[in-house]
Structures are given as structure tokens and as C-alpha cells.
């Protein structure tokens, strides 16, 4: 564990325990954390989530960022125990197994604040760990579609006042009323890759089209399903059949 002098960021600073495996990404992390756009006082580095649950029971921080471990049951013991012993520290997990709506669903139950990929940008990262000091819940767009249309899956037939512990919020229930209008081709093709996580670079390089032009579709498809995400698109898209089974997404096809 390497410890951290305090910060000298001029109000009062977060404090932030960094868990990662690798020193090299820990250190880059940290330093980020430290910057501007965040101020925060990197008081511990750790290299595992064991470490990380014996630093957050000494130091008691705000927030602890820490890298999922190969062996997910320990991720979700470590989330439960630092909850357990710092009720007030946030968790945000990172995550390099690219997109797990199980892991996150888990990960949010055990008490994690939120959950976003390693591959994210630094603007990303440094946003998902403003919005969890805030008491936010930063979820990546992606994995949070996948997670939805998961819970579609298995609630077809069922109403939506009858999904039991797991309802949809009320927000993205008010976006399956009513019918939207209706979208061209092109805008299908969008709205699916949409519904598989793809970002809109991955899905300007699948459809052979523009970034730009990408833009102006998911704003045409989100203004005509009377919606406010990408995420709540998705989900009304697949309770008005314009999308394959939630099975078939998940398959990429």
C-alpha cells in the first residue's frame, strides 16, 4: 500500500482511496483524482480489495474507487464489508471484463454508489467520481441498457405495477405510454446497436457513417420515443417490439 501526503487543494478535498492491480494504472488514477476537475486527497493506493477493505476501516474515506478482481465474489464481499464498516463511504467500481449487466445489478445490491468501465475516457472517470461523491449513481450507459433489458427479459408478461422488488423507474415507465413516431431504417439500425451498449464512435464505425451523423440520429430517436436516455430509448424500444428478443441483443444479433 503506498500511503499519500494530503492534499493541498485550497477547500476542503474528498478523500479517496484508489484499488487497483496495476501500479501503473493506480498511480495515472490517482494523479487524475488529484486534479482540478476532481480536488480530491488520494490518501491510500492499494493493490487489492482486501487491502482496500482494511484502509477504509482505518481512514474512513468518501469514496473508494476499486478495480474489480478477477474473482468477482470478492468484489461483492468487498463492497458489503466497506458498507458495512463505513456506512457513509461511497464505492465506485471499475470494471476491465467489459460489459456485465449480472456484475452490475450485484454490485449496485451490495451497496455499490456506481459502476463504469476502465476503457471510459479520463473525463468519464473524473465525472462518475464527482457525480458518486455527490450521492449520485454513475452507471455506465452501456452496461445499464444491458441490465434493463435484462429485467425485460424476464418480466415479458408481466405489468409493470407487478415487477415485485426489481420495478423499472417511474420515470422510464411514464416513456412506455405512448407510441412513438415512426423512425426510418437508418434509425433502426442506430436504435439496435443503441440497445447493445455500442457507443456512438462504435456505432458510426459499424453503420459506416459519421460521428456527427450518429448524433443527429440517437437526438431523432430519443425526441420521437418521447425519452430523455439512451438507456430509457432502449427500454421502450423493446417493450413496443421495435427490437429482437432482450436474449438476441444480448447476442449481438
Known amino acids: 500500500m503506498r ?3 494530503n492534499s493541498s487543494h485550497p477547500s476542503t478535498p474528498s478523500r479517496i482511496i484508489v484499488s487497483d492491480s496495476h501500479p501503473l494504472f493506480r498511480c495515472t ?4 483524482l488529484r486534479g482540478p476537475f476532481v480536488g480530491g486527497e488520494v490518501v491510500a493506493e492499494v493493490s487489492d480489495v482486501q487491502e482496500a477493505v482494511e484502509s477504509c476501516c482505518r481512514l474512513r474515506p468518501d469514496l473508494v474507487v476499486m478495480e474489480v478482481p478477477m474473482s468477482e465474489v470478492d468484489c461483492l464481499e468487498a ?3 466497506i458498507k458495512h464498516d463505513s456506512p457513509s463511504t461511497s464505492v465506485l467500481i471499475l470494471s476491465a ?3 456485465n449487466p449480472i456484475l452490475l445489478a450485484e454490485a449496485l445490491e451490495a451497496g455499490a454508489s456506481g459502476y463504469i468501465l476502465k476503457s471510459a475516457t479520463p473525463q468519464e472517470i473524473t ?3 464527482c457525480k458518486a461523491l455527490e450521492g449520485a449513481c454513475p452507471v455506465d450507459q452501456g452496461v445499464a441498457t444491458q441490465a434493463l433489458l435484462r429485467l425485460l427479459g424476464r418480466s415479458q408478461k408481466e405489468p409493470l405495477s407487478s415487477l415485485g422488488k426489481n420495478p423499472l423507474s417511474t420515470s422510464v415507465e411514464r416513456t412506455l405510454v405512448a407510441l412513438p413516431a415512426s423512425l426510418t431504417p437508418r434509425e433502426e439500425d442506430v436504435l439496435g446497436l443503441l440497445a447493445q451498449g455500442y457507443s456512438n464512435r462504435q456505432i458510426a464505425h459499424s453503420l459506416f457513417i459519421s460521428l456527427t451523423t450518429v448524433k443527429k440520429h440517437v437526438e431523432r430517436i ?3 420515443l ?9 427500454v421502450k424500444a423493446s417493450r413496443l417490439g421495435l427490437l429482437d428478443s432482450p436474449e438476441q441483443i444480448e447476442m449481438g444479433h
Do not use: C, F, N, W
Open 3 to 5: 500511503k499519500v501526503a
Open 127 to 129: 465525472g462518475a467520481v
Open 226 to 234: 418521447g425519452v430523455s436516455t439512451r438507456t430509457e430509448a432502449a
Open 79 to 81: 463492497i458489503r464489508a
Open 29 to 32: 488514477l490517482s494523479d487524475l
Open 222 to 224: 430519443i425526441s420521437k
Open 97 to 99: 471484463y467489459g460489459e
